[in-house]
């Protein structure tokens, strides 16, 4: 990834440090009204990188392309690998953090394992250098501790829309 950035692998895994790592467990139980209700609302992970399994192959993750809800199709035991708003961030735009949610199933329940990786708690979270010097940087630059204050609800972009500078163009 740091590569097709121009940029070398080190500089991006540096901005990891020690890095975090942290499981969530999901459960969708089965529900009727399915077409009522939602598993997770629509957001994007507030931190780098996330990769998730459907652990019962219950499909219902949905990512949002050009504004329109596309399924994921996921092959059975293999990770999808979600690019968090951290990685936006950090690549001054050039990764996109992805908005997904989930529906649910009418008959069959669904769990999923989401691992989230985060740099560790003294790390700066801004565009990286070598990409501000080139294009000017897209996005704020703030600690840890004060990027996790952003308002942290299940809505949309919220961290990395919080982050950019408001005369990036995009
Ligand atoms: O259950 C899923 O497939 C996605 C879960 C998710 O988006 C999350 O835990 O942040
Ligand atoms: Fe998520």
């Given at each position: 990834?740091?590569?097709?950035?121009?940029?070398?692998a080190?500089?991006?895994?540096?901005?990891?440090?020690?890095m975090?790592q942290?499981?969530r467990?999901?459960?969708?139980?089965?529900?009727?009204?399915?077409d009522?209700?939602?598993?997770?609302s629509?957001?994007?992970d507030?931190i780098?990188?996330?990769l998730?399994?459907e652990?019962?192959?219950?499909?219902?993750?949905?990512?949002?392309?050009?504004?329109?809800?596309v399924?994921v199709?996921?092959?059975?035991?293999?990770f999808?690998?979600?690019?968090?708003?951290m990685?936006?961030?950090?690549?001054?735009?050039?990764?996109?953090s992805?908005?997904h949610?989930?529906?649910?199933?009418?008959?069959r329940?669904?769990?999923?394992?989401?691992?989230?990786?985060?740099?560790?708690?003294?790390s700066i979270?801004?565009?990286?250098?070598?990409l501000?010097?080139?294009?000017?940087?897209?996005?704020?630059?703030i600690?840890?501790?004060?990027?996790?204050?952003?308002n942290?609800t299940l809505?949309?972009?919220?961290?990395?829309?919080?982050?950019?500078?408001?005369n990036a163009?995009?």
């Amino acid at each position: 990834m740091a590569e097709n950035l121009g940029l070398e692998a080190k500089q991006l895994t540096d901005m990891f440090g020690d890095m975090v790592q942290a499981l969530r467990m999901n459960y969708y139980p089965p529900c009727q009204q399915a077409d009522k209700v939602v598993g997770i609302s629509p957001h994007s992970d507030p931190i780098a990188l996330t990769l998730l399994t459907e652990t019962n192959n219950v499909q219902g993750l949905q990512i949002r392309k050009n504004g329109i809800w596309v399924p994921v199709h996921a092959i059975p035991g293999a990770f999808i690998i979600n690019i968090g708003d951290m990685l936006e961030i950090w690549s001054n735009g050039k990764y996109k953090s992805i908005e997904h949610r989930v529906v649910v199933n009418p008959d069959r329940e669904r769990l999923s394992v989401a691992a989230f990786h985060a740099p560790n708690e003294d790390s700066i979270i801004g565009p990286l250098r070598d990409l501000v010097k080139k294009e000017g940087a897209k996005y704020k630059s703030i600690d840890l501790s004060n990027y996790y204050m952003l308002n942290n609800t299940l809505q949309g972009k919220k961290h990395a829309n919080e982050m950019k500078l408001v005369n990036a163009t995009n």
